[in-house]
C-alpha cells in the first residue's frame, strides 16, 4: 500500500473539504471496498478521509412512508434493524447476506452504493425500491443516480448523508452468490407498490439495471409464471472467470422468479 | 509519524505507526502479539478476526488509525491466566482443529456469534462461518465445538 495523509472528518462539511482542498482526496466509509484496492495498489489517493467517527451519519428512522438509513449505517445494524425487518424485510434480507459477519460489521450502505460496485448487493434495492440518496448538496433519484461501472452522479466534494426508501407493499432480493466473495454473480431485486412492479438486477451487467419487460408483465400479473418465458438478452452483460455472459442471462430469469416468490 | 492509543486486551497501547499501517500489523509486528494470523490478506478467510469494541471485524482490512481509542481484544486476551476462555476451551475438548492456522480467527469469529445469537442452531453456525476458511477443512468439530460452548452457556 501507497502511504497516504488520513483525517477524521468531524463533520460532513468537514469531509467535504477535506476531500476537495486534497490533491487526489478519497472518502472512506467502511473500508471494505477501499482498503483492499489500497492493498493492491490500485488507487493512490493523496488523502483518506474517514467519515466513521460523524455520527448524524449513523442510523435508522421511519419518516412517514420512508425508512431512512443513514450513510454510515453498517449492514449488520440494517439486517437486524427491527425498523427495516417489519417495513422492508426484503433490505434486511438483502443486508443479512452481504460478504460475511465481520465484513458487515464494518461495511455501510452509503459506501456500497457510492462505489457503485457491478456485483454489489444494495443498488440493486435503490434501483428497484424507488430510493433517494440525499447528499449534502441535494437529493438524487435512484433513476438518476446509477451511471456506469463503478460511476454514479456524486460530484467531486459531494457526500452521500443518507439513502430514503419508501416502503413498498412487498419486496424481495434474491442473489446468486460467489461462492468466494459472497458478491452477487446475479442479483435481483423486486418490488411491488401497488400495481407498479420493479425490477432491478445487479451482478450481470457493467450496472445495475432495471428489467423493464419483467416489470410490464409483473406488473400484470404478479406471478413467477409471469416472466418464465421472458429472457434477458445476454449482449452486453459480463463474462469473466465466474460466469459468461450467457449464464448470467440465464440467472436473471431465474433469481427473478425467486425474487416474485420470496415476495409472498 | 502520527501516534495511536489502542486499548488491546485492557492495556492502552501507544505507538507511532505511518498512516498505511493496518491494525494486523500493529498488533503483531508493533505489540508482537502473533496469535492474529494473516492467511489470505484479501478479508475473506477470517485467520484475522479480532473484536472491535465488541464485535468481530477483520484486522487485515482495518488501518489502526481508524480505531484509534478503540477496545480490540485478541485471541491472546481470551484466557484468564491458565483459565481458557470457554470458547477455547470447547474447541480443544471437541477437537476443533487440524493445523490450527484458521483457529484465532474461528474463536473470535465464533465468540461474536454466541454475542449475538447465543442459541444458534447448526446452520446458523455453518453461514456465521461463511467469512471464515479452514483449508485443512476441519469444519466438523469446530461446529460441533461451538454447539458444544452454546449449550454448555445455556446452562450455565
Request: glycine fraction near 8%; charge should be positive.
Given at each position: 500500500?501507497?502511504?497516504?495523509?488520513?483525517?477524521?472528518?468531524?463533520?460532513?462539511?468537514?469531509?467535504?473539504?477535506?476531500?476537495?482542498?486534497?490533491?487526489?482526496?478519497?472518502?472512506?466509509?467502511?473500508?471494505?471496498?477501499?482498503?483492499?484496492?489500497?492493498?493492491?495498489?490500485?488507487?493512490?489517493?493523496?488523502?483518506?478521509?474517514?467519515?466513521?467517527?460523524?455520527?448524524?451519519?449513523?442510523?435508522?428512522?421511519?419518516?412517514?412512508?420512508?425508512?431512512?438509513?443513514?450513510?454510515?449505517?453498517?449492514?449488520?445494524?440494517?439486517?437486524?434493524?427491527?425498523?427495516?425487518?417489519?417495513?422492508?424485510?426484503?433490505?434486511?434480507?438483502?443486508?443479512?447476506?452481504?460478504?460475511?459477519?465481520?465484513?458487515?460489521?464494518?461495511?455501510?450502505?452509503?459506501?456500497?452504493?457510492?462505489?457503485?460496485?457491478?456485483?454489489?448487493?444494495?443498488?440493486?434495492?435503490?434501483l428497484a425500491l424507488n430510493a433517494t440518496i440525499i447528499t449534502n448538496k441535494r437529493k438524487i433519484a435512484a433513476d438518476d443516480f446509477f451511471?456506469?461501472?463503478?460511476?454514479?452522479?456524486?460530484?467531486?466534494?459531494?457526500?452521500?448523508?443518507?439513502?430514503?426508501?419508501?416502503?413498498?407493499?412487498?419486496?424481495?432480493?434474491?442473489?446468486?452468490?460467489?461462492?468466494?466473495?459472497?458478491?452477487?454473480?446475479?442479483?435481483?431485486?423486486?418490488?411491488?407498490?401497488?400495481?407498479?412492479?420493479?425490477?432491478?438486477?445487479?451482478?450481470?451487467?457493467?450496472?445495475?439495471?432495471?428489467?423493464?419487460?419483467?416489470?410490464?408483465?409483473?406488473?400484470?400479473?404478479?406471478?413467477?409464471?409471469?416472466?418464465?418465458?421472458?429472457?434477458?438478452?445476454?449482449?452486453?452483460?459480463?463474462?469473466?472467470?465466474?460466469?459468461?455472459?450467457?449464464?448470467?442471462?440465464?440467472?436473471?430469469?431465474?433469481?427473478?422468479?425467486?425474487?416474485?416468490?420470496?415476495?409472498? | 509519524?502520527?501516534?495511536?492509543?489502542?486499548?488491546?486486551?485492557?492495556?492502552?497501547?501507544?505507538?507511532?505507526?505511518?498512516?498505511?499501517?493496518?491494525?494486523?500489523?500493529?498488533?503483531?509486528?508493533?505489540?508482537?502479539?502473533?496469535?492474529?494470523?494473516?492467511?489470505?490478506?484479501?478479508?475473506?478467510?477470517?485467520?484475522?478476526?479480532?473484536?472491535?469494541?465488541?464485535?468481530?471485524?477483520?484486522?487485515?482490512?482495518?488501518?489502526?488509525?481508524?480505531?484509534?481509542?478503540?477496545?480490540?481484544?485478541?485471541?491472546?486476551?481470551?484466557?484468564?491466566?491458565?483459565?481458557?476462555?470457554?470458547?477455547?476451551?470447547?474447541?480443544?475438548?471437541?477437537?476443533?482443529?487440524?493445523?490450527?492456522?484458521?483457529?484465532?480467527?474461528?474463536?473470535?469469529?465464533?465468540?461474536?456469534?454466541?454475542?449475538?445469537?447465543?442459541?444458534?442452531?447448526?446452520?446458523?453456525?455453518?453461514?456465521?462461518?461463511?467469512?471464515?476458511?479452514?483449508?485443512?477443512?476441519?469444519?466438523?468439530?469446530?461446529?460441533?465445538?461451538?454447539?458444544?460452548?452454546?449449550?454448555?452457556?445455556?446452562?450455565?
Amino acid at each position: 500500500m501507497y502511504n497516504f495523509n488520513y483525517h477524521q472528518a468531524k463533520s460532513v462539511d468537514e469531509a467535504a473539504k477535506l476531500v476537495s482542498g486534497a490533491e487526489e482526496g478519497k472518502l472512506m466509509a467502511g473500508g471494505m471496498t477501499l482498503i483492499p484496492t489500497l492493498k493492491q495498489r490500485l488507487a493512490k489517493p493523496s488523502d483518506v478521509i474517514d467519515l466513521g467517527k460523524i455520527a448524524d451519519l449513523k442510523g435508522i428512522k421511519k419518516d412517514g412512508n420512508n425508512i431512512v438509513i443513514g450513510a454510515m449505517t453498517r449492514h449488520f445494524d440494517v439486517a437486524n434493524s427491527d425498523v427495516v425487518k417489519s417495513a422492508i424485510p426484503g433490505l434486511a434480507g438483502l443486508a443479512a447476506h452481504i460478504g460475511d459477519p465481520a465484513v458487515r460489521n464494518r461495511g455501510t450502505i452509503g459506501g456500497s452504493i457510492a462505489n457503485n460496485d457491478p456485483a454489489a448487493d444494495y443498488p440493486s434495492s435503490v434501483l428497484a425500491l424507488n430510493a433517494t440518496i440525499i447528499t449534502n448538496k441535494r437529493k438524487i433519484a435512484a433513476d438518476d443516480f446509477f451511471k456506469g461501472l463503478f460511476e454514479t452522479a456524486l460530484e467531486p466534494g459531494e457526500v452521500i448523508t443518507a439513502v430514503s426508501y419508501p416502503i413498498p407493499d412487498k419486496s424481495h432480493y434474491m442473489k446468486f452468490p460467489n461462492p468466494a466473495s459472497r458478491y452477487a454473480i446475479v442479483g435481483v431485486y423486486v418490488a411491488k407498490t401497488g400495481n407498479n412492479v420493479r425490477v432491478a438486477v445487479t451482478g450481470a451487467g457493467p450496472v445495475v439495471f432495471r428489467q423493464k419487460d419483467m416489470e410490464a408483465a409483473l406488473s400484470k400479473n404478479f406471478s413467477p409464471d409471469a416472466i418464465k418465458d421472458i429472457k434477458q438478452k445476454d449482449s452486453g452483460l459480463n463474462s469473466d472467470i465466474h460466469a459468461s455472459a450467457e449464464y448470467r442471462a440465464h440467472l436473471v430469469n431465474v433469481m427473478a422468479r425467486r425474487a416474485v416468490q420470496g415476495c409472498g | 509519524m502520527p501516534s495511536v492509543t489502542i486499548t488491546v486486551n485492557g492495556k492502552p497501547e501507544t505507538r507511532e505507526v505511518e498512516n498505511r499501517t493496518l491494525l494486523v500489523q500493529f498488533l503483531r509486528e508493533h505489540l508482537g502479539l502473533t496469535g492474529t494470523h494473516v492467511g489470505c490478506d484479501t478479508s475473506q478467510c477470517g485467520a484475522c478476526v479480532v473484536h472491535i469494541d465488541g464485535y468481530s471485524a477483520k484486522s487485515c482490512t482495518m488501518l489502526a488509525t481508524q480505531v484509534n481509542g478503540a477496545n480490540v481484544t485478541t485471541i491472546e486476551g481470551l484466557a484468564k491466566g491458565d483459565q481458557l476462555h470457554p470458547m477455547q476451551e470447547a474447541f480443544r475438548e471437541n477437537h476443533g482443529l487440524q493445523c490450527g492456522f484458521c483457529t484465532p480467527g474461528m474463536v473470535m469469529s465464533s465468540i461474536d456469534l454466541l454475542r449475538v445469537n447465543p442459541k444458534p442452531n447448526e446452520r446458523q453456525i455453518r453461514e456465521w462461518l461463511e467469512g471464515n476458511i479452514c483449508r485443512c477443512t476441519g469444519y466438523h468439530n469446530i461446529v460441533k465445538a461451538i454447539a458444544a460452548c452454546a449449550e454448555k452457556q445455556a446452562k450455565a
